[in-house]
């Protein structure tokens, strides 16, 4: 199960729940800061998901004047999938690719001038994403302690991310080129 399998299903399996919810739920919660579900791909990943048993929709009249919604619900074997996926996740120590050490590697490519405003703009960048993530928490709270949890962990790592860079700016200033 891809880890976009796995958020869609950990969504549906909270409760019954339609694309468009799914998608409002994603953007409440923050998810796109650490899950790789686009907009466009939910539909596609729902109708995974029921092909493989692991979900079932029906469709559900509106409250209002509205069309009929497609809802999904998480089965007994997308239970068993979700809990499954759930352990493995645990299991394995993956390596976290991230495309700033690609940008560290081509370095030398680049003037030190270069270097310090790509790297600065890049501390902004991040600084900006904190307080994004920051607010979305703050905007919903109360939180569960899983959620919380989970806002913690993208701060956590902006935050470790940013010390990071802002440790190499001063190592790379202090270097004579």
Avoid at 3 to 13: H, K, W
Avoid at 84 to 108: D, M, W
Wanted: proline content about 3%; overall charge positive; glycine content about 6%.
């Amino acid at each position: 199960m891809t880890n976009a399998e796995l958020a869609i299903l950990s969504l549906i399996a909270e409760g019954p729940r339609y694309g468009y919810e799914i998608e409002q739920t994603i953007e409440e919660r923050g998810m796109r800061d650490w899950t790789e579900v686009g907009f466009s791909s939910i539909y596609y990943l729902l109708n995974r998901l029921e092909k493989a048993g692991f979900a079932r929709s029906k469709m559900q009249r509106s409250g209002g004047r509205g069309p009929s919604r497609k809802v999904y619900e998480i089965t007994p074997k997308g239970r068993n999938a979700q809990i499954k996926a759930t352990i493995e996740v645990f299991s394995v120590a993956r390596h976290s690719y991230t495309s700033i050490l690609l940008g560290v590697a081509n370095l030398p490519l680049i003037s030190r001038e270069q270097a310090v405003e790509v790297l600065n703009n890049y501390c902004q960048l991040l600084a900006d994403r904190r307080t994004k993530v920051a607010k979305t928490a703050q905007s919903q709270h109360p939180l569960s302690n899983i959620v919380e949890s989970l806002f913690d962990y993208s701060l956590t790592m902006i935050n470790a991310e940013l010390a990071w860079v802002q440790k190499f700016m001063t190592q790379l200033g202090a270097q004579n080129h």
